[in-house]
């Protein structure tokens, strides 16, 4: 736990986060950070957050371990951890001395609610990092604004992104919200510590997780078109491959783009047998009427029904077309091409017979490889060790603790 390893090694990172953005800290763990995790003395309300690990192998007559929180598990991996009361005045303190010995601190506005002076934090020498990732920022009038994973892609705009246009927006998942701001915590972090370490200046990052996703909107709308015409794209009519041309074959969905070049289509099409009457009534229809057609779309959906997803798998990529399977968990898992490219990973865990599958760094360094394979912290497990290295001794510890301080 926080040895030696990958491209951030020696980095020490605070991790006040407890919700939105948790992905960020996770992250600079498995590229090697020291990360340290603060949590109450009753520990983070994510401990017990279900999905639940529990034992279905336990030992008759014995106590049933303790479930575990597969949320916890996978965002703390590879952290130190410490338990704090920051509302307690010495727990106070404490927090003080360990921002003293960070060089990047991310939380949820946690320390500006404590009474922190965030301007101070970031010019003081050493040069520190505050990422404060909440919901719309910590000024202006929506400041005091409650937020949610719903809430950020329902006012930025993500959820008008999605579903058919004569029907409700359609939500992109839980969390996406979270993993997209906790990335841009991430990389603001980096930014500003290569600026940090090269001026001396530390940096105070506002981050609202409503204008990151805002972001993603506009990119998807086409940011240009907007500005300079005032135009947005609606959703997609409902349609036999729409949105996004996804296409059920046999046995699942297959996302086939087949009007990336239609001639070359309905080429391939005609070589299996395929093609039926397109190339007439593509020499007859304009190229977007040819495409919006009821019949090129029959021929298409025929087409992808009557092959698996490998087979049409296997067709497109000896043709180079545009079709591959529209995965799930499963079949990620599964795939030997990910497994050798280093994507998952096995963890152990206290009190867990097996090893867990968890996931690995998205990200390849050649001579810096990431960190893979640490377990994350038991509750306090690092007390003892984190707080020697602010200088205090068992016996001052054991008073903190008696006085619910730490």
């Known amino acids: ?42 520990g983070s309300r994510h401990r017990s957050r279900a999905l639940l690990w529990e034992a279905d192998d336990r030992v008759p007559g014995a106590a049933p371990p303790a479930p575990a929180s597969l949320y916890f598990l996978h965002y703390n991996a590879g952290k130190r951890a410490v338990t704090l ?3 307690h005045p010495a727990g106070r303190a ?6 003293g010995r960070a060089e990047i601190a991310i939380d949820n506005g946690d320390l500006q609610a404590l009474g922190f002076d965030l301007d101070a934090l970031s010019r003081r020498n050493p040069p520190l990092v505050v990422i404060s990732v909440t919901p719309f920022g910590l000024d202006g009038e929506r400041a005091g604004w409650a937020g949610s994973d719903l809430i950020s892609q329902a006012m930025s705009g ?10 409700r927006p359609a939500r992109w998942g839980p969390e996406q919200s979270s993993q997209l701001s906790g990335l841009a915590a991430a990389l603001g972090a980096l930014i500003a510590l290569w600026g940090a370490r090269r001026t001396g200046a530390g940096e105070h990052i506002d981050l609202a997780v409503e204008r990151v ?48 070049d239609p001639e070359e289509t309905i080429a391939v099409l005609a070589g299996l047998g395929r093609a039926g009457e397109l190339p007439e009534l593509r020499r007859t229809l304009p190229h977007a009427e040819f495409l919006a057609d009821p019949r090129t779309q029959a021929a298409i959906v025929d087409f992808v029904a009557s092959y698996t997803r490998a087979e049409l798998t296997e067709i497109a990529q000896s043709r180079g077309m545009l079709a591959l399977p529209v995965h799930d968990a499963g079949d990620l898992v599964a795939d030997p091409f990910l497994r ?15 090893t867990l599958l968890d996931i690995g760094a998205p990200i390849r360094f050649a001579r810096t490889p990431c960190v893979a394979g640490r377990r994350p912290p038991l509750l306090g497990e690092h007390n003892a060790e984190i707080y020697a290295e602010l ?4 016996r001052s510890l054991a008073r903190l603790a008696r006085e619910g301080a730490v």
């Open 213 to 260: 996703c805002a972001l993603v909107t506009f990119q998807m709308q086409n940011a240009s078109l907007y500005h300079q015409f005032g135009f947005t794209r609606g959703r997609s009519p409902r349609g036999p491959g729409l949105p996004a041309n996804l296409y059920l074959a046999s046995d699942g969905y297959v996302a086939f783009n087949a009007w990336r």
């Open 391 to 394: 200088g205090i001794d068992a």
């Open 158 to 167: 993500m959820l008008g992104l999605y579903g058919y246009r004569d029907e």
């Open 340 to 354: 050798e490219r280093g994507l998952f990973v096995e963890v152990e865990h206290p009190g867990i017979e097996r």
């Open 94 to 99: 404490l927090l003080a001395r360990l921002l």
């Open 1 to 42: 736990m926080g040895g030696p390893g990958g491209p951030l090694a020696g980095t020490r990172v605070l991790d006040l986060v407890d919700g939105t953005g948790a992905y960020g800290t996770r992250l600079l763990a498995q590229l090697g950070a020291d990360v340290i995790r603060v949590e109450p003395p009753s």
């Open 85 to 87: 009361d920051v509302h």
